[in-house]
């Protein structure tokens, strides 16, 4: 299915930021979505994943969190022209385990940038916001779909949920090991987290992606990067 088919969208090649799995994660996301639900992304990016899965879904709320100008700009350019401001929020900021301010690394002229040094274009400070701050501001009492793309930071994202991970029912996340192993990031730790969170882990093509019950964990996929997909048991 083109996702894109019915959507005005003119991206530059620059922007096109999709991979081969990229239409795997828009069809998890529209088939378990629904029209109830809150949806957030984190790295939203300029609207690649979040425009298809919004015009397919029409979730009550939508949470959008971009820090990159760039991206955010054309991210809400592509709302506009395709009429689906309503119920839906841009945010500024990035979202970590902890509320505050930290540096955002950047590039210039594309829709990349993280919360760390693997991007040396350009650095601002931006707001930085826990996940648990933003359910609890905007008051979200239904369930939470989410999609986190945050070229690294999605064990702080996770975090960052505190006791609002509850009303998450589904998610889909980056794991990134090889990237997680240079910034000391425990990758056994995260997906301990995400187990004892109450979620499953698996591919987005539904493979089991833990093939050991306790760390260190085997994984049915060694990829230097992997989207994981969690389910509420």
């Not at 029409?58 to 760039?70: C, N, V």
């Not at 989410?146 to 009303?167: A, C, F, H, I, N």
């Not at 990134?176 to 969170?197: A, R, W």
Request: with cysteine.
């Amino acid at each position: 299915m083109n996702f894109y088919e019915k959507l005005k969208m003119d991206i530059l090649t620059a922007d096109d930021v999709r991979t081969p799995d990229s239409e795997l994660t828009i069809e998890q996301l529209i088939k378990n979505i629904k029209s109830g639900d809150c949806y957030i992304e984190c790295g939203a990016h300029i609207g690649l994943i979040a425009l298809p899965v919004i015009y397919y879904t029409r979730p009550k709320l939508s949470i959008l969190i971009e820090p990159s100008e760039y991206a955010r700009v054309l991210l809400g350019k592509y709302l506009n022209e395709n009429n689906l401001n309503e119920n839906v929020v841009v945010i500024d900021g990035m979202i970590l385990d902890y509320n505050g301010e930290a540096p955002f690394y950047k590039t210039i002229s594309s829709p990349h940038g993280s919360a760390f040094p693997i991007h040396r274009e350009g650095t601002e400070m931006k707001k930085v916001f826990k996940l648990e701050r933003i359910i609890r501001d905007y008051k979200i009492d239904g369930d939470v779909v989410m999609k986190s793309d945050t070229e690294g930071g999605d064990p702080s994202v996770w975090r960052g949920l505190g006791e609002e991970v509850r009303k998450v029912r589904f998610a889909i996340l980056e794991f990134l090991p090889n990237f997680l192993h240079d910034i000391n990031e425990n990758q056994d730790f995260f997906l301990d987290k995400i187990k004892s969170d109450g979620f499953s882990i698996q591919t987005l093509r539904n493979q089991q992606f833990l093939l050991s019950d306790a760390p260190p964990y085997q994984l049915s996929d060694k990829s230097s990067k992997v989207d994981l997909v969690l389910r509420r048991q």
